[in-house]
């Protein structure tokens, strides 16, 4: 199985900007795209702080998929 992050989709529905959520997390700007690309994910209490942010429970920050199911197959 495979962590496949939704974080940029919840931002993006969101509409807060970068700079807001960075500040709100204490990380840097590069940081939130890092999340947002799926490139990194958050510490377990970052991915708190960043559901209470986006209004969302935790677990729809992230999804477990199987390794064959990738949109690329």
């Given amino acids: 199985m495979k962590l496949v992050s939704k974080i940029g989709e919840k931002i993006k529905e969101s509409g807060l900007r ?3 959520i960075a500040d709100r997390m204490q990380i ?3 940081q939130v795209y ?3 690309k799926g490139i990194s994910f ?3 209490e970052k991915a708190f ?3 209470s942010i986006l209004n969302c429970p935790v677990d ?3 999804t477990f ?3 064959g199911n ?3 197959n």
Avoid: G, R, V, W
Wanted: hydrophobic share 30%; no cysteine; net charge negative.
């Fill in 60 to 62: 729809e920050l992230a």
């Fill in 34 to 36: 890092n999340l947002k």
């Fill in 65 to 67: 998929e199987e390794e």
């Fill in 49 to 51: 702080i960043l559901a």
């Fill in 28 to 30: 840097s700007k590069k």
């Fill in 18 to 20: 970068d700079d807001y």
């Fill in 70 to 72: 990738s949109k690329d």
């Fill in 42 to 44: 958050p510490t377990f």
